[in-house]
């Protein structure tokens, strides 16, 4: 069966340092991956998305960048945080093929930036 | 544009009652429809998946239905328990597209 990991759970960060979120999947092989925002009261934003090894889409200009080293492993960082950041960052992935369809998701990582 | 909208925000309920949940979405192009459940500080756990083809989807106490010319989905929940609060988001599919409801918070009381 498959897995979703997200580390850490949570973090606590000041403002201006660097950010590094890790997301692994296993049982499954190439999947396409993504990166959510989830603010206080408000509903799921997504930010990036990857349909393969070193593909990259952004969905919204903003502070952060993705990575995708491996073929189940996704990685959201920022250079310099902002208070703006802080959030509840939640990793997906869906099945090869139609983007979307079917995700599921992982545990989830709250960040607060102080 | 396409928008999806849950209605109510909010619902409480006491234990054993059955209860809808509402979604619905202004582009009835959709290829799929998914919802889900989060409980607070969690991730969210998928409850059913209902491609565009199909009328409705059943998992144990809970079934979903699809009307896309009418532009609804609904979420039924037979004898709720209060293992089943949480907020629960419905997500529509399009192609390259994805739209998120902002969710309905259900508690259902002992």
């Known amino acids: 069966s498959q897995t979703i990991h997200q580390w850490p759970a949570t973090l606590v960060q000041p403002v201006g340092s660097p950010l590094s979120l890790e997301c692994t999947v296993e049982g499954t092989s190439n999947p396409n991956l993504y990166w959510y925002r989830q603010a206080a009261g408000r509903g799921l934003q997504l930010l990036f998305y990857?349909?393969?090894?070193?593909?990259i889409s952004s969905e919204v200009p903003q502070n952060l960048s993705a990575s995708r080293p491996q073929d189940r492993q996704f990685i959201l960082s920022s250079k310099k945080l902002l208070l703006s950041d802080s959030g509840f960052y939640l990793c997906a992935w869906s099945g090869t093929g139609i983007l979307y369809n079917e995700q599921f998701f992982g545990p989830g990582t709250r960040l607060t930036v102080l | 544009k396409q928008e999806v909208t849950q209605i109510p925000a909010a619902l409480s309920v006491p234990e054993g009652e059955n209860l809808v949940l509402n979604c619905s979405f202004t582009?009835?192009?959709?290829?799929?429809l998914q919802w889900f459940r989060q409980d607070p500080g969690k991730g969210l756990t998928s409850l059913l998946l209902i491609q565009s083809s199909q009328r409705e989807q059943t998992s144990g106490r809970l079934n979903a239905s699809l009307d896309k010319s009418s532009g609804r989905s609904t979420l039924y929940i037979a004898a709720s328990q209060p293992g089943d609060s949480a907020t629960y988001l419905c997500?529509?599919?399009?192609?390259?597209?994805?739209?998120f409801g902002a969710g309905t918070r259900l508690t259902v009381k002992p």
């Open positions: 997500a529509v599919i399009y192609d390259n597209d994805m739209r």
């Open positions: 582009d009835s192009a959709i290829y799929n």
């Open positions: 990857s349909v393969g090894i070193g593909q």
